[in-house]
């Protein structure tokens, strides 16, 4: 018994030293791990002050790296520039009461398909984006003469004879829109909640536009014209912009896009007019002009996303409204027909006159996008 009392000292010694030694190295784990979330948080600016660091906002899957987007469209165009003819419920002079009769849009469909790579850990949340847009609609509009209503036509063949009147007139609009986006971009979140994407890259463009306008009757007795307008842009620019986005919670979110570019392109630019499908009565003008084409985009929609596959992958989908602009898309040329009519000498027709158009396009609706991080 004697023996125990005297091993007892000995005993609580080794165990206090034990008991110390396993809080030392407690305390050594938690300095570690305080440390590493520390520098996790913490950055050196590129003038070497240190501050925090916002919290990135990519996919928070056990695999980072490669994503691909599709999306699928559902637009309408707004075009300018496409009025071929007005109407008159009160022929004979004045006064005109009549409509203006243009080739109008209908809804079409399109894609957009892309990829990107981001890496959290080496590049501080950076990624890169690669996306192109294929969108295309096609549509015809007729006018033609009543018993109580005359047509007149906006557009007319040069170096015709005074014409005023057709009985039938129709304009036909052909629309192709390419356009390859680069993004070099940062998600990143301001709140719990509330995140944003700004990033900057390079945009391409490839948009055609054609438009045919045909003429018989009236004034042109048995004759038909047609007259052939082409502007095919091809040009790049600098692209900026940001993503925001705001969790509702459950994966729900709401999404919002805003970006600007500057474009420097050419336009391809022809006019084409025959009387009556005869050669020798063809009048070809080219007109190509080299221009500056800013434009805007915009998106506004409801998202989902959530980790699928044990957190190993990502599903994101988007639905929402999307609007583009383009200033001075159209640069075809028209005939203009009131200076030629005016009068030359001896009472012959005036010279020809041929008038850029200079007229923006616009395009909207709606964008359903889904996004696979793999």
Request: glycine residues 10%; charged residues 20%; contains cysteine.
């Amino acid at each position: 018994m004697k023996n125990i009392f005297k091993k007892m000292p000995v005993a609580l010694a080794s165990a206090l030293i034990a008991a110390n030694g396993l809080l030392v190295a407690d305390m050594d784990s938690r300095v570690t791990a305080l440390e590493q979330q520390m520098n996790d948080v913490r950055t050196k600016t590129a003038n070497c002050c240190y501050g925090a660091r916002t919290c990135s906002s990519l996919p928070t899957t056990k695999e980072r790296g490669w994503f691909a987007t599709a999306d699928l469209l559902y637009w309408r165009l707004y075009g300018a520039g496409l009025d071929f003819a007005y109407t008159d419920s009160r022929p004979g002079g004045l006064p005109i009461n009549g409509d203006m009769r243009k080739v109008t849009n209908d809804w079409d469909w399109g894609f957009r398909i892309g990829i990107g790579y981001f890496s959290k850990c080496s590049c501080d949340g950076w990624d890169v984006y690669f996306n192109y847009t294929w969108f295309e609609t096609e549509d015809t509009h007729y006018s033609n003469s009543g018993p109580n209503s005359t047509i007149y036509p906006n557009k007319i063949y040069p170096n015709n004879p005074l014409i005023t009147t057709v009985s039938t007139s129709s304009g036909k609009y052909e629309f192709n829109y390419r356009v390859f986006d680069f993004e070099l971009g940062r998600g990143f979140y301001l709140s719990k909640c509330f995140a944003m994407r700004p990033f900057m890259g390079v945009r391409g463009a490839g948009i055609n536009q054609k438009m045919t306008f045909t003429y018989a009757g009236g004034d042109l007795n048995n004759d038909k014209i047609h007259i052939h307008d082409k502007n095919d842009f091809r040009g790049a620019g600098l692209r900026a912009g940001t993503d925001l986005s705001y969790a509702l919670g459950c994966g729900f979110g709401i999404l919002g896009k805003a970006s600007m570019a500057l474009l420097a392109g050419s336009h391809d630019v022809k006019y084409k007019a025959n009387k009556s499908e005869i050669p020798a009565s063809n009048i070809r003008v080219d007109a190509d002009i080299r221009r500056f084409v800013p434009n805007i985009q915009f998106f506004l929609g409801v998202s989902y996303d959530k980790n699928i596959n044990k957190n190993c992958n990502h599903i994101a989908v988007s639905l929402g409204y999307e609007t583009q602009y383009w200033w001075r898309m159209n640069q075809t040329i028209t005939f203009d027909n009131v200076s030629a009519n005016a009068g030359g000498p001896n009472g012959s027709n005036g010279p020809n006159n041929f008038q850029r158009e200079t007229e923006d396009i616009g395009i909207h609706g709606v964008t359903l996008d889904v996004r696979f991080d793999f």
